[in-house]
């Protein structure tokens, strides 16, 4: 194979890409926080969810745990924010001990599965019918049903508070909370083994259980959700669930896999029974060890995506953005990353287009998380541009990249600011994000113009 000459566009194309990407991730990464900094906040947000837990254990000792495990962003080192969210699994040890629990898969529409109780004692305990577990996470309508989980935390934490003689505030029967000024209050619920941290909210936002922490004085978000571990993992999961044999291997070497309640609405009876498939240790181990430049373009995907939600709304779940690249990561053979981009947009544009994606671990299961579609092709247009014609984006200095980080919105973003400023200066010629000229005043027009004009005073 030939090499490319000294002045290939596609070299230079690909030199400007990449130092767009790799300087606007390593600005984020420094802005992120210390290292040592996160990692005590971490460990003290961690002991906050030990000492609820032991409360919560003393209230209903079915939620007994000895297992919490950090997952998200942070354990991803993915973070584009500073720290200031954390999302734990806390695994019911009841369930999750070997030979508690069976698998049935049948009738169970793909990624999902029926949980059977072996022991009569536990299916006494628990939601069962016809020895079929049923949701334990969240409230249910029923009131002839053990109390579930986030209702049996919301008791303990309201119970600390009285100890306490902390004044709390109920909204709906599902949120408690200290009265404050700011977000940083170092006022509130403590904790005898952590000082310097202060619990403003506890609250159910189904499906999961959300704390809202004042930690060293930073406000920290703290989500958590119970999960079942299950060891025998060949019953549940093979190679022919998966297109990528070194995915399915990865699982396999994991040893177990968990098992979550899923919301839906409605509460059929059916669906109160359904728990979601999930490999999320797997990939989390994964995101964390792909390569720079993969991880790079995710993270920088994640950027873009919160400045699209803070000009308008949210463009594409994150979770859809985390898949795209794990599934590109697994067939690339690039080592450029314009070619990696390029492919990223492509699945993307699937995504757009079919409203799923499908699973990397099970081929089957397709995620639906719907966004919305003019602006997810606004998003789409703008990385079509930048991996078909980069020779358009001007290289980022370190200034250009504080401006983003400031929030200079969104066309800074790309290093473009003429070309976009120019477009809609002059309203007959075609917008660069819908391809419409804005001689007639449309809602899409007004919205491309607030952006040009909060972008260049």
């Given at each position: 194979?030939?090499?490319?000459?000294?002045?290939?566009?596609?070299?230079?194309?690909?030199?400007?890409?990449?130092?767009?990407?790799?300087?606007?991730?390593?600005i984020?990464?420094?802005?992120v926080?210390?290292?040592?900094?996160?990692?005590?906040i971490?460990?003290k947000?961690?002991?906050?969810?030990?000492?609820?837990?032991?409360?919560?254990?003393?209230?209903?000792?079915?939620?007994?745990?000895?297992?919490i495990i950090?997952?998200?962003?942070?354990?991803?080192k993915?973070?584009?924010?500073?720290t200031?969210?954390?999302?734990?699994?806390?695994?019911?040890?009841?369930?999750?001990?070997?030979?508690?629990?069976?698998?049935?898969?049948?009738?169970?529409?793909?990624?999902?599965a029926?949980?059977?109780v072996?022991?009569?004692?536990?299916?006494a305990?628990w939601?069962?019918?016809?020895?079929?577990?049923?949701q334990?996470?969240?409230?249910?309508?029923?009131?002839?049903v053990?109390?579930?989980f986030?209702?049996?935390?919301?008791?303990?934490?309201?119970?600390?508070?009285?100890?306490?003689?902390?004044?709390?505030y109920?909204?709906?029967?599902c949120?408690?909370?200290?009265e404050?000024?700011e977000?940083?209050?170092?006022?509130?619920?403590?904790?005898?083994s952590?000082?310097?941290?202060?619990?403003?909210?506890a609250?159910?936002?189904?499906?999961n259980?959300?704390l809202s922490?004042?930690?060293n004085?930073?406000?920290?978000?703290?989500?958590?959700?119970?999960?079942?571990?299950y060891?025998?993992v060949k019953?549940?999961?093979?190679?022919?669930?998966c297109?990528?044999p070194?995915?399915a291997?990865?699982?396999f070497?994991?040893?177990?896999?968990?098992?979550?309640?899923?919301?839906?609405?409605g509460?059929?009876?059916?669906?109160?029974?359904?728990f979601?498939?999930t490999?999320?240790?797997?990939?989390v181990d994964?995101?964390h060890n792909?390569?720079?430049?993969?991880?790079?373009?995710y993270?920088f995907?994640?950027?873009?995506?919160?400045?699209?939600?803070?000009?308008?709304?949210?463009?594409?779940?994150?979770?859809?953005?985390?898949?795209?690249?794990?599934?590109?990561?697994?067939?690339?053979?690039s080592?450029?990353?314009a070619?990696?981009?390029?492919?990223?947009?492509?699945i993307?544009?699937?995504?757009?287009?079919?409203?799923?994606?499908?699973?990397?671990?099970?081929?089957?299961?397709?995620?639906?998380?719907?966004?919305?579609?003019?602006?997810n092709?606004?998003?789409?247009?703008?990385?079509?541009?930048?991996?078909?014609?980069?020779?358009?984006?001007?290289?980022?200095?370190?200034?250009?990249?504080?401006?983003?980080?400031?929030?200079k919105?969104?066309?800074?973003l790309?290093?473009?600011?003429?070309?976009?400023?120019?477009?809609?200066?002059?309203?007959?010629?075609?917008?660069?994000?819908?391809?419409?000229?804005?001689?007639?005043?449309?809602?899409?027009?007004d919205?491309?113009?607030?952006?040009?004009?909060s972008?260049?005073?």
């Amino acid at each position: 194979m030939s090499q490319p000459m000294e002045n290939d566009d596609s070299v230079k194309d690909t030199s400007k890409l990449s130092k767009l990407i790799d300087d606007t991730v390593s600005i984020v990464q420094i802005q992120v926080g210390e290292h040592a900094i996160n990692r005590e906040i971490e460990m003290k947000v961690k002991d906050v969810v030990k000492e609820v837990l032991l409360y919560t254990k003393k209230k209903d000792f079915r939620f007994k745990s000895s297992e919490i495990i950090s997952v998200g962003s942070y354990k991803e080192k993915t973070k584009i924010l500073a720290t200031d969210e954390f999302d734990f699994l806390v695994v019911i040890d009841e369930l999750s001990k070997p030979g508690a629990i069976s698998i049935v898969k049948d009738d169970a529409p793909p990624g999902f599965a029926y949980i059977e109780v072996n022991d009569k004692k536990l299916t006494a305990k628990w939601w069962c019918v016809d020895k079929r577990l049923r949701q334990f996470q969240y409230p249910s309508k029923f009131s002839n049903v053990p109390k579930s989980f986030s209702e049996t935390m919301l008791a303990s934490i309201s119970e600390i508070a009285k100890r306490q003689n902390v004044k709390l505030y109920i909204d709906n029967n599902c949120i408690l909370r200290v009265e404050t000024k700011e977000k940083t209050d170092r006022t509130g619920v403590t904790f005898k083994s952590v000082g310097d941290t202060f619990l403003h909210q506890a609250s159910i936002q189904t499906p999961n259980f959300i704390l809202s922490l004042v930690v060293n004085g930073h406000p920290v978000t703290v989500d958590i959700c119970p999960a079942i571990r299950y060891n025998n993992v060949k019953e549940v999961y093979s190679m022919r669930d998966c297109d990528y044999p070194e995915l399915a291997d990865r699982v396999f070497k994991k040893g177990s896999i968990l098992f979550v309640n899923q919301y839906f609405d409605g509460f059929s009876s059916l669906k109160q029974g359904l728990f979601k498939i999930t490999f999320t240790e797997t990939e989390v181990d994964f995101v964390h060890n792909m390569t720079k430049h993969h991880k790079n373009i995710y993270m920088f995907l994640k950027l873009l995506n919160r400045h699209f939600q803070s000009l308008l709304y949210n463009p594409f779940p994150s979770y859809v953005l985390k898949i795209a690249c794990i599934q590109h990561s697994l067939t690339c053979e690039s080592i450029t990353i314009a070619v990696c981009l390029k492919h990223i947009v492509e699945i993307l544009s699937l995504y757009t287009k079919n409203n799923f994606i499908s699973s990397p671990f099970i081929k089957t299961y397709n995620i639906q998380k719907r966004a919305i579609l003019e602006i997810n092709e606004n998003i789409l247009s703008i990385l079509k541009d930048m991996t078909s014609d980069s020779t358009d984006i001007t290289c980022f200095n370190r200034s250009d990249i504080d401006k983003l980080q400031s929030n200079k919105q969104l066309m800074s973003l790309y290093g473009m600011e003429r070309q976009y400023k120019h477009r809609h200066v002059d309203p007959t010629e075609k917008c660069v994000f819908c391809k419409k000229n804005h001689l007639n005043i449309t809602p899409d027009a007004d919205i491309h113009v607030q952006l040009a004009a909060s972008t260049f005073p």
